[in-house]
Protein backbone atom coordinates (compact mmCIF):
# COMPACT_ATOMS: atom_id res chain seq x y z
CA UNK A 1 0.00 0.00 0.00
CA UNK A 2 1.24 3.55 -1.25
CA UNK A 3 1.64 6.00 1.51
CA UNK A 4 2.79 9.85 1.33
CA UNK A 5 3.24 11.78 4.80
CA UNK A 6 4.12 15.69 4.11
CA UNK A 7 6.11 17.76 6.89
CA UNK A 8 7.71 20.59 7.60
CA UNK A 9 4.93 23.04 6.85
CA UNK A 10 4.41 26.15 9.45
CA UNK A 11 3.81 30.18 9.40
CA UNK A 12 6.52 31.99 8.01
CA UNK A 13 7.14 35.87 7.60
CA UNK A 14 7.21 37.01 3.64
CA UNK A 15 10.84 36.60 2.02
CA UNK A 16 11.20 33.62 4.56
CA UNK A 17 11.89 29.97 3.72
CA UNK A 18 10.87 26.41 4.35
CA UNK A 19 11.31 22.63 3.11
CA UNK A 20 8.67 20.38 3.07
CA UNK A 21 9.84 16.67 3.06
CA UNK A 22 7.28 13.68 1.78
CA UNK A 23 7.92 10.43 3.07
CA UNK A 24 6.89 7.56 0.63
CA UNK A 25 5.97 3.98 1.61
CA UNK A 26 4.89 1.27 -0.74
CA UNK A 27 8.02 0.56 -2.91
CA UNK A 28 7.25 2.58 -5.55
CA UNK A 29 9.05 5.61 -4.94
CA UNK A 30 12.25 4.66 -6.78
CA UNK A 31 10.42 3.93 -10.05
CA UNK A 32 8.11 7.28 -9.84
CA UNK A 33 8.02 10.59 -10.62
CA UNK A 34 7.22 12.77 -7.58
CA UNK A 35 4.94 16.05 -7.53
CA UNK A 36 4.62 18.54 -5.02
CA UNK A 37 0.88 20.81 -5.59
CA UNK A 38 -0.33 23.03 -3.73
CA UNK A 39 -4.00 24.60 -3.07
CA UNK A 40 -4.13 27.96 -1.97
CA UNK A 41 -7.81 29.22 0.18
CA UNK A 42 -10.74 29.04 -1.94
CA UNK A 43 -9.02 28.13 -5.31
CA UNK A 44 -7.80 24.71 -7.08
CA UNK A 45 -5.21 22.71 -6.69
CA UNK A 46 -2.09 23.13 -8.67
CA UNK A 47 1.23 21.73 -9.62
CA UNK A 48 4.33 23.27 -8.12
CA UNK A 49 7.02 21.08 -9.31
CA UNK A 50 7.92 17.60 -9.86
CA UNK A 51 10.94 15.68 -10.59
CA UNK A 52 11.53 12.44 -12.58
CA UNK A 53 13.22 9.42 -11.16
CA UNK A 54 16.16 11.34 -13.88
CA UNK A 55 16.12 14.09 -11.27
CA UNK A 56 15.10 16.36 -13.42
CA UNK A 57 12.71 18.91 -12.32
CA UNK A 58 10.12 21.33 -13.52
CA UNK A 59 8.55 24.03 -11.73
CA UNK A 60 5.24 26.13 -12.15
CA UNK A 61 6.74 30.05 -13.11
CA UNK A 62 4.87 31.35 -10.44
CA UNK A 63 7.87 29.45 -8.17
CA UNK A 64 10.71 29.37 -10.71
CA UNK A 65 13.59 30.40 -9.14
CA UNK A 66 12.79 30.54 -5.27
CA UNK A 67 11.87 26.76 -5.05
CA UNK A 68 13.98 23.79 -5.89
CA UNK A 69 12.50 20.26 -5.78
CA UNK A 70 14.97 17.74 -4.89
CA UNK A 71 14.49 13.40 -4.14
CA UNK A 72 16.34 11.11 -2.00
CA UNK A 73 15.95 7.69 -3.54
CA UNK A 74 17.81 5.74 -0.26
CA UNK A 75 15.12 7.46 2.23
CA UNK A 76 12.28 7.52 0.08
CA UNK A 77 11.68 11.57 0.32
CA UNK A 78 10.90 13.96 -1.92
CA UNK A 79 12.11 17.54 -0.59
CA UNK A 80 10.34 20.93 -1.69
CA UNK A 81 12.99 24.08 -1.11
CA UNK A 82 10.83 27.40 -1.00
CA UNK A 83 12.87 30.63 -0.95
CA UNK A 84 11.57 34.08 -0.65
CA UNK A 85 8.59 32.79 0.16
CA UNK A 86 5.52 35.72 -0.55
CA UNK A 87 1.60 35.54 1.07
CA UNK A 88 0.47 34.29 -2.01
CA UNK A 89 2.31 31.17 -1.45
CA UNK A 90 -0.17 30.16 1.41
CA UNK A 91 -1.80 26.74 0.68
CA UNK A 92 -1.79 23.64 1.67
CA UNK A 93 0.74 21.32 -0.02
CA UNK A 94 0.23 18.06 -0.72
CA UNK A 95 2.71 15.35 -2.33
CA UNK A 96 1.96 12.71 -4.76
CA UNK A 97 3.50 10.36 -7.39
CA UNK A 98 3.00 12.12 -10.11
CA UNK A 99 0.39 10.70 -12.64
CA UNK A 100 -1.42 8.49 -10.22
CA UNK A 101 -4.23 8.89 -7.17
CA UNK A 102 -1.76 8.56 -4.40
CA UNK A 103 -1.69 11.60 -2.41
CA UNK A 104 -0.42 12.71 0.73
CA UNK A 105 -2.85 14.43 3.51
CA UNK A 106 -1.41 18.13 3.05
CA UNK A 107 1.14 19.86 5.16
CA UNK A 108 -0.25 23.44 5.63
CA UNK A 109 1.92 26.77 4.52
CA UNK A 110 1.20 30.46 6.28
CA UNK A 111 2.94 32.97 4.72
CA UNK A 112 2.64 36.01 6.67
CA UNK A 113 3.19 39.55 5.41
Known amino acids: QVQLVESGGGLVQAGGSMRLSCAASGGIFSISAMGWYRQPPGKQRELVAFIGTNDIANYADSVKGRVTISRDNAKNTVYLQMNSLKPEDTAVYYC???????WGQGTQVTVSS
Open 96 to 102: QVLGRNY
